[in-house]
T-cell receptor
Framework: DAKTTQPPSMDCAEGRAANLPCNHS???????VYWYRQIHSQGPQYIIH???NNETNEMASLIITEDRKSSTLILPHATLRDTAVYYC??????????????FGPGTRLSVLP | DAGITQSPRHKVTETGTPVTLRCHQT?????MYWYRQDPGHGLRLIHY???????DKGEVSDGYSVSRSKTEDFLLTLESATSSQTSVYFC???????????????FGPGTRLTVL
């Protein structure tokens, strides 16, 4: 079962920041938070990941609360091409490689013109 | 984009026939994975490989087998396809170095399989 909770859908105006929340209240100390997205029927695309500090790359920023029980993915200037399903995933500690990523239903982000 | 290709991209087959899907990578990554994606189920892990000739089962491995005879190729075989195996299949790779944040998975474009 997925260890994260995300809203099923969100809308965002083109050019504005898109803030996608994720709740992971049972996260363990060594578990990372990963974000992926899937545009239409393409393969999931890696966006960003973090452990406890805020992270930024060319695609997005990841803000993790101090207690690590929730996080927010920020797309600073959303475009129509950012319309996709966004997955927040907690990497399960231990276990075998290959069984560490559990994809939930995600958030369907619609960027509106 | 990670150098991952999948073939075929689309396939229609009949129940009972064998089907092999191929995943090819040019990254020399150690770990390779097969997922299937179905409406209402998200992505589910079928099998994965942690090196040449080293494979293990995921959560939905029944009816599937895999082989990895060289680093760059990971094959998924449906010995006798059934309609329940109609799905979109994604291959993924990861470098998989020890522990923490270096096992980000990168996904291929997918294969859409229809079993009639």
């Amino acid at each position: 079962d997925a260890k994260t909770t995300q809203p099923p859908s969100m809308d965002c105006a083109e050019g504005r920041a898109a803030n996608l929340p994720c709740n992971h209240s049972t996260i363990s100390g060594n578990e990372y938070v990963y974000w992926y997205r899937q545009i239409h029927s393409q393969g999931p695309q890696y966006i960003i990941h973090g452990l406890k500090n805020n992270e930024t790359n060319e695609m997005a920023s990841l803000i993790i609360t101090e207690d690590r029980k929730s996080s927010t993915l920020i797309l600073p200037h959303a475009t129509l091409r950012d319309t996709a399903v966004y997955y927040c995933i907690v990497r399960v500690r231990g276990g075998r490689y290959g069984q560490n990523f559990v994809f939930g239903p995600g958030t369907r982000l619609s960027v509106l013109p | 984009d990670a150098g991952i290709t999948q073939s075929p991209r689309h396939k229609v087959t009949e129940t009972g026939t064998p089907v092999t899907l191929r995943c090819h990578q040019t990254e020399n990554h150690r770990y390779m994975y097969w997922y299937r994606q179905d409406p209402g189920h998200g992505l589910r892990l079928i099998h994965y490989s942690y090196g040449v000739k080293d494979t293990d089962k995921g959560e939905v491995s029944d009816g599937y087998s895999v082989s990895r005879s060289k680093t760059e190729d990971f094959l998924l075989t449906l010995e006798s396809a059934t309609s329940s195996q109609t799905s979109v299949y994604f291959c993924a790779i990861s470098a998989g170095t020890s522990g923490g944040d270096t096992d980000t998975q990168y996904f291929g474009p997918g294969t859409r399989l229809t079993v009639l």
